[in-house]
């Protein structure tokens, strides 16, 4: 119905999440008829993006720079390592602000019918650096030298393990609460059950299990 | 949160419609995580489409072609014009298969309160069109000429209105309808009412009392 450019456009627009044939028309048109300028700024950043954007070398984020600026940030508690599956996940901690400590994004979790493996989520890396750290600590503490302990180079004490409470999050979480407890770090996994605000009601049964099983004394 | 190009890319992603900043966060985390080769097709083809894509030199249909694939089909009744909005209303009627005339594509609809007026919509070069087609048919009524009458360069005797049935859609259909009619050509508007597989329980008012005061003896 479309002349071959536009049909081309809107079948490339095809290729974002949640965006059919009919959205991606809409799209297209929108763009050519009434926003040309905004087509073009669009082209101009996604162009650079595709270009320069890499992952950070310390926690895989997305970032144009070789380390993050949470990485790179000196004020940030390298003893705690948080775990979690994607960069979006790091912005909703981020901005809720209660989390101090570093990241390291999985960008996936393991699957492995999807050829998924630790190797694809970069884990063989984390637990190098890891075991490192603690052979470094160790040796440090049996010479008894006085190693500098700020928080801008203090090893990884505590792993903090925020994948999602999915089937495979949760098998992420467990196969690297396995592997991390082996190098001697203390691993520990975000709280689920009832969210603040949440009305027991609508709450699914799964939720309402977990939160009765791991129930505190107050 | 994010690096300064990928914070540029979710907002360039705002542009599109129906998509807010979490929507084009998801998008931009997409492209570049999942999809880099999408991405680069949609660079190209937006690109190329901006640059080229311009409007039918007839109908005002996008097109990188000077004159459309409609325009340019000999096989099409050209007697027959209708008037629609956008381009998707062209698609939407072309899928019917019902329609074999020409179209009209205002890119919009009169609303002066954005200003548009009919300049924006090329309805002064319309009526002209219609104007000089009358005049030469009419004087080769009067010197009683042969006048080659077949159907590809046939001139335009009926407008069929299909301007969506919205308060500015109507009143586009009311200006362009009086402005025709002084050319001296048919006019008509498509039929509005109770769609086929609708059921009356779930039609709102206005509608029904389209169809009432709209019926037909049969």
């Known amino acids: 119905m479309f002349s071959p450019l536009i049909d081309e456009l809107i079948h490339s627009l095809c290729c974002l999440p949640g965006v059919g044939r009919k959205s991606a028309q809409r799209m297209a048109l929108h763009l050519l008829e009434r926003d040309p300028e905004g087509a073009g700024r669009l082209v101009g950043a996604l162009g650079t993006a595709i270009e320069k954007v890499g992952r950070c070398l310390h926690c895989r984020i997305l970032t144009e720079q070789p380390v993050c600026y949470i990485c790179s940030n000196q004020r940030r508690n390298t003893g705690l390592l948080c775990v979690v599956e994607t960069p979006a996940d790091v912005v909703a901690i981020e901005q809720s ?18 050829g998924i493996g630790p190797k694809e989520l970069g884990l063989p890396q984390l637990f190098q ?77 799964g939720t309402l299990t977990h939160a009765f099983s791991s129930r505190r004394s107050i």
């Open 97 to 114: 602000g209660t989390y101090q400590g570093k990241y390291f994004v999985l960008n996936g979790r393991l699957s492995p019918i999807d």
């Open 129 to 205: 650096r890891l075991r490192q750290e603690q052979q470094v600590t160790s040796q440090a503490d049996e010479a008894e030298v006085e190693v500098e302990k700020d928080n801008a180079n203090a090893p990884v004490t505590e792993l903090i393990l925020a994948t999602n409470p999915t089937v495979e999050g949760e098998a992420t979480a467990y196969y690297i609460a396995e592997q991390a407890r082996q190098c001697g770090i203390t691993v520990s996994r975000i709280a689920h059950g009832v969210p603040l605000g949440g009305e027991l009601e609508y709450i699914d049964g």
